[in-house]
């Protein structure tokens, strides 16, 4: 079975600052995705960033940047120049490849509450 | 906005009661998926349909159960609702091809008194 642990529960960062949030996994598998959700108080669920493990190359979408090391099965996201809007609720997920139509099941980690502020 | 509609918002029913929670997916996205997000539980995947057949099963209880209609929307029913089966209930879809992103709902919050 896989597995995705966040060991951070809360995180704090002052606005403007970059802050770097943790992710490990576990699998035997060699195809899967992984993938940031963001959770704001409003509840919504909202992707962030992905990343495929076959590719080496880092994924990063505008402030938001992955460090994606597959050997040691980590998959951490920084977030550069925090903005009050970024505190959330942030999970980690693992998605085995095995096409849309076979089942591509998300299995989150337990969530990072970050905090922003002024 | 993720595309991908929930009905109702929120639900508040008493233990032994059945309700039926209704998912859109996003125009053209084949995939349904249901996960529920609880306080001890985190959020765990229930199940998916794949243009209106069951795909893969997760941690889903024998008193809940989902169908995908022919017009590709879905419904989770919940029924002999439980206290501990409040939680907040998210749809999410994803289309075909290489993209496995999952677009999330909004979610339904279910209370059970």
């Known amino acids: 079975a896989q597995t995705v642990t966040q060991s951070q529960p809360e995180m704090s960062v002052q606005e403007a600052e970059t802050v770097t949030l943790s992710c490990t996994y576990d699998?035997?598998?060699?195809?899967?995705?992984l993938f940031w959700y963001k959770q704001p108080p409003s509840r919504q669920m909202i992707l962030v960033i992905r990343?495929?493990?076959?590719?080496?190359q880092n994924a990063t979408e505008n402030r938001f940047s992955v460090n994606f090391q597959k050997a040691a099965k980590s998959f951490s996201l920084k977030i550069s120049d925090s903005q009050l809007g970024d505190t959330a609720m942030y999970f980690c997920?693992?998605?085995?490849?095995?096409?849309?139509?076979?089942?591509?099941?998300?299995?989150f980690g337990e969530g990072t509450q970050l905090t922003v502020n002024p | 906005d993720s595309g991908v509609t929930q009905t109702p918002k929120h639900l508040i029913t008493a233990t032994g009661q059945r309700v039926t929670l209704r998912c859109s997916p996003r125009?053209?996205?084949?995939?349904v998926y249901w996960y529920q997000q609880s306080l001890d539980q985190g959020l765990q995947f229930l199940i998916q349909?794949?243009?209106?057949?069951?795909?893969a099963k997760g941690n889903i209880l024998e008193r809940f159960s989902a169908q995908q209609f022919p017009d590709l929307h879905s419904e989770l029913n919940l029924s002999s609702l439980e206290l501990g089966d409040s939680a907040l209930y998210f749809c999410?879809?994803?289309?075909?091809?290489?993209?496995?992103?999952?677009?999330f709902g909004p979610g339904t919050r279910l209370t059970v008194t």
């Open positions: 999410a879809s994803s289309g075909t091809g290489f993209s496995y992103e999952q677009y």
């Open positions: 699998t035997s598998e060699s195809n899967y995705y």
């Open positions: 990343q495929e493990a076959y590719k080496q």
């Open positions: 997920a693992f998605m085995i490849l095995r096409g849309a139509t076979s089942g591509s099941r998300l299995t």
């Open positions: 125009s053209g996205d084949l995939s």
């Open positions: 349909y794949y243009n209106g057949e069951e795909r």
